[in-house]
């Protein structure tokens, strides 16, 4: 380089490097010295403010600190927003609500609706003054006064629950319960109220006061599945909103605290008493004095007479949250609001859940200490037939057969032995039943003690717990012999079947999971046991069969458009199972849902301290889960799986199969008669005999046969008649009416399978 380059361009090179350093050491003492005297004279010019001493501690320390804490508290108040504004992402968030949706049962029977359509028909100075008054005195008295949150208000019920030991008034103005109707769910959690309170200061910046108030009528729930004060002013008085007086608004406003506990159709006394707090608030606001509402105290209002109208409240509700979730995978561009969907439901299996269930509780409910129950029948595609998601829906809500997660004891095993078949395990298969430990944690048959040497089917049917536990030690080891930890394998093994199946519950990882500690929901248990039946293959469960617009166009087909089903299992360890589970119903735990000449299969559960009883049971035609339990988990008294889930399983197995062709069960066959139950003298009163089985059902072929052979005889008859002359025994008698030629041709055994009403179909109904 030092003979490329001349020697002075080396010099000019130093030159510059060294001119650059000092102009930036010049400039950073510049600088520096620059702020620093600009600092001086902000430290001069702030001490003509200084405030020393007392004044200090009392004004500018609590202000600076006060400063801090807001500034942070606006980031956090800022932070907690953002999840409540992603609710009004979408630009249509008001049309979103407007979803109406009229349900069907399986066979085009109304049977009731969900929704509410928006209707500015009836325009907010057309509602009567004294239903404004009375929902403004009992809701939010300072409706107008505040900006979307009532502090006053939040104060005084503050004051008044703290005063009565519990809740007696509510803090939620009228805004926040429409941000909640429109936005969120009932969930009781601080997460939930945050967001309230957030959109409804956003509502109060995107509507008017009237414009909320007009909201908040129409789509409140009412009760009785009606949204909006003039749906319950037509379900409860047969009338329109604009006609009701003054004790017909005073118990529609009474409604919004609890539309299920004070629905007049429900429970009139509550309603009534309820519509007197409403006056008393009429007048204690001003708004009214108490002769105006005098009269009203002396003639409450008189509600429709509707408890014969029996809706299936817990289907169509989870039927609408699915229509919900099915309208957003329709096409932006699709702006239809008002449908009528055909559901898979059938109301006479819907009726016998209802009463097995109301049955059973009230007649062995006190003794058992067991509150709820809840069922879920399924077609083997996966269709909801029939739904209870607890005794009473009046009391409560809460749909125990899709949304509570309970433990399911022993019916979970199932997925344990399937997955013991799948891993070179048979029916035949001998594992040692005997003491076992998995670190601290030793499991217990139900009798504390052991059988021995057993095959697989011994141990599903006499329910044994060691069993699935040493399964899943074994499937672990035939996976990796070297593993440290086999049982932890065994055990993700048994999770990737049981999602097979179609759960989808988060099914923690436990040394207890085999023998089912973790939780599942009522309806994916009931629907997964239905690959069983399906020959191997996982359905998805659904209540939505069609989907129409209001002018009747159809929109969208469960067997067009929905999942179709899925190998999950191989057909022949499907039928495995469906033989070792059949032995279970026939001389195992669940000897009281053996259906008479119907060949069924099913699994018992029982969880620790009695918390939970299931049965989860199928046939060729129909899959059935049956929980008892209670709300609050606690101990039922000494109540199994075989007890009233069984027999609750039974009942309503027989009528699903009322007129329905028998199928044959892989693995099973066609079923067997029951032995005459042996009565045994001074037994105990809860212990319940297996009812006999439904009455035989003609088939098709056999119909068939029958239609061929009332041919022959009508050509025979008429033959004879040609050639002799006279009548056979075959001709009616002459009384002017022809007699039907059906009751020729069917025998009297056929007649025992007619429907209901005592009407004979001419073939039996498809599943």
Sequence with gaps: MRQILPPHWTQNVRNFFLDLDARIDSTLFSSGKGLRELYERYSTFMDRFYVGRWKRWVFIEPLSEAATIGLGGMILMLTLA?????????????????????????YGTPIGSRGIKHNDSIPLEDFPDNL???????????????????FPGLARALVTNAQAGGVRQGG????????????????????????????AIWLETRLTKNEILKLY???????????????????????????VNLSEAAMLAGLFKAPTKYAPHINLPAARARANVVLDNLVDAGFMTEGQVFGARRNPAVAVDRRDENSPNYYLDYAFDEMRKLVDTFPKSYNE???????????????????????????????????????????????????????????????????????????????????????????????????????????????????????????????????PVKLSIAIGQKENPKAPNPAKIGRAKIVEVARRFG????????????????????????????????????????????????????????????????????????????????????????RRA???????????????????????????????????????????N???????????????????????????????????????????????????ETKPGPPPVLTKRGADILVRVEKLLDDAAKTNEKTTGKATLNEPAKTGKPESSSALAFPENYVAAAGPNGTTPSVPRKN
Excluded at 217 to 243: C, E, I, P, Q, W
Excluded at 603 to 618: E, I, L, S
Excluded at 669 to 677: I, S
């Design 172 to 199: 939620s103005s009228i805004t926040q319960q429409l941000a909640k109707n429109l936005f969120l769910n009932n969930e009781r959690t601080i997460e939930r109220k945050v967001k309230e309170a957030f959109l």
């Design 337 to 467: 609001r008002v449908f009528v969907v055909r559901t898979s439901i059938d109301m006479n299996v819907q009726h016998a859940a209802e009463d097995a269930i109301e049955n059973q509780l009230r007649q062995f409910g006190r003794d058992y200490h067991a509150t709820q129950a809840a069922t879920v029948v399924s077609d083997l595609d996966g269709g909801i037939r029939a739904m209870v998601g607890g005794r009473d829906y009046g009391a409560s809500q809460f749909n125990r057969a899709v949304d509570a997660y309970r433990q399911p004891g022993s019916s979970f095993k199932p997925y344990v032995y399937t997955t013991a078949l799948l891993n070179g395990f048979t029916p035949l298969s001998k594992v040692v039943d005997g003491p076992i430990c998995i670190g601290n944690w030793c499991p217990q048959n139900y009798g504390h003690s052991y059988s021995g040497l057993i095959t697989l089917t011994q141990a599903i049917t006499n329910s044994i717990n060691v069993i």
């Design 503 to 590: 759960l989808t519950a988060p099914l923690p990882d436990t040394p207890s999971m085999p023998i089912g500690s973790d939780e599942v929901t009522v309806i994916e248990h009931a629907v997964a046991y239905a690959t069983f039946p399906n020959r191997g293959k996982a359905v998805t469960p659904h209540a939505v069969l069609e989907v129409r617009t209001g002018a009747g166009d159809l929109v969208w087909r469960w067997d067009r458009d929905g999942p179709k089903p899925r190998q999950a299992i191989p057909a022949n360890i499907a039928a495995d199972m469906a033989g070792m589970m059949s032995h279970v119903v026939s001389e195992g735990t669940a």
């Design 638 to 688: 000494r109540m199994t799986g075989g007890s009233l889930p069984a027999q609750t399983w039974h009942d309503i197995m027989i009528t699903a199969h009322q007129g329905v062709e028998v199928k044959e069960l892989s693995g099973v066959g066609m079923g067997q008669k029951l032995p005459q139950a042996n009565v045994v003298a001074n037994a105990a009163p809860r212990v319940l």
């Design 82 to 106: 953002i999840p409540a504004f992603r609710e009004t992402a979408d630009e249509d968030w008001l049309k979103k609500s407007d979803l109406a949706v009229t349900f069907l049962d399986r």
């Design 132 to 150: 404004i008054k009375a929902t403004l005195a009992t809701e939010d008295r300072r409706f107008y006064d505040h900006f979307g949150i009532d």
């Design 217 to 243: 009528l129409d789509r409140a729930y009412m009760g009785g599945g009606t949204f909006g004060v003039d749906g319950a002013a037509h379900f409860y008085f047969n009338k329109s909103v604009r006609d």
């Design 594 to 636: 053996a259906l008479d000449g119907i060949p069924t299969a099913g699994k018992t559960g029982t969880t620790n301290a009695y918390r939970d009883a299931w049965f989860v049971g199928y046939t060729g035609n129909f899959t059935c889960a049956v929980w008892y339990g209670n709300d609050d988990y606690s101990p039922t």
